[in-house]
């Protein structure tokens, strides 16, 4: 079937997304800011992690995701939050933690700045055995840029898993989406800690937004027999 996004959407069963709905209706929370990963949450439970360049929309998509604007801060300054907030729904479905890591690719951010961002990202990425994935956020209007692909070496170097998620797809049309949809399936293709699907959302329709719902709620562990 044709979506909203002008593609086939990745075929998810209704027990799926409506375990993605239960877990997204319960209300969400924020953790914790952390600065350093001695402050990081015990990794004792599934968790899943957002990136992406500064200004991508991961705030945006991410209050989408839990439904309440304002819990994952938007940020007109960019480059001002060098903290990596967790989130974790109010106790009862299942325990998990969303982290929300800095944007990065700022262009004036000063390069201390920078090399405290791969750091301390670095060093959650190679210490978090209980992290399922990373969503790699990507403007669907520019597509994968040079500082995308150093972050996806790096998570190839981590052996970390990640699944590239274009945003805004309502800035483009369904023939342009589609054309940078396949331009990042074919780069990814070679890129070994890569997911082969390309998940397209846009925050402000609601497009792919049960879908990534879905996508969490799986790597969550929320039962779907529970769920339908
Ligand atoms: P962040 O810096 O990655 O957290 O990005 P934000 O969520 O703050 O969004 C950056 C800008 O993009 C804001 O002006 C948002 O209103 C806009 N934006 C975010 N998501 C969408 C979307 O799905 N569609 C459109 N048209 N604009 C969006």
Not at 33 to 52: T, Y
Not at 58 to 84: C, D, F, M, W, Y
Request: with cysteine; charged share 25%.
């Amino acid at each position: 079937m044709t979506g909203p996004t002008g593609d086939e959407e990745a075929a998810f069963s209704a027990a799926e997304l409506a375990a993605g709905d239960r877990l997204f209706l319960r209300p969400w929370r924020f953790v914790k800011g952390v600065i350093g990963i001695e402050h990081l949450p015990p990794g004792d439970r599934p968790e899943v992690a957002f990136a992406g360049r500064s200004n991508v929309g991961k705030s945006s998509l991410i209050n989408a995701l839990v439904r309440k604007h304002g819990l994952a801060r938007t940020s007109n300054t960019p480059g001002r939050t060098q903290e990596l907030n967790v989130f974790e729904p109010e106790p009862g479905l299942v325990d998990c933690y969303l982290f929300d890591l800095p944007g990065y690719g700022f262009a004036k951010a000063p390069k201390a700045k920078v090399d405290q961002w791969t750091d301390l990202v670095k060093d959650y990425l190679r210490g978090r055995p209980t992290l399922s994935r990373v969503f790699l956020l990507i403007d669907s209007r520019h597509g994968l840029k040079d500082i995308d692909r150093d972050i996806m070496g790096m998570l190839d170097a981590s052996a970390v898993t990640y699944q590239i998620v274009l945003t805004k797809g309502d800035k483009l049309n369904a023939y342009k989406l589609q054309a940078v949809k396949t331009a990042t399936t074919q780069v990814i293709a070679k890129h070994p800690a890569a997911f082969p699907d390309v998940l397209v959302t846009s925050a402000e329709k609601g497009h792919g937004v049960p879908e990534l719902r879905a996508t969490v709620a799986q790597l969550a562990g929320v039962d779907l027999a529970a769920a339908t």
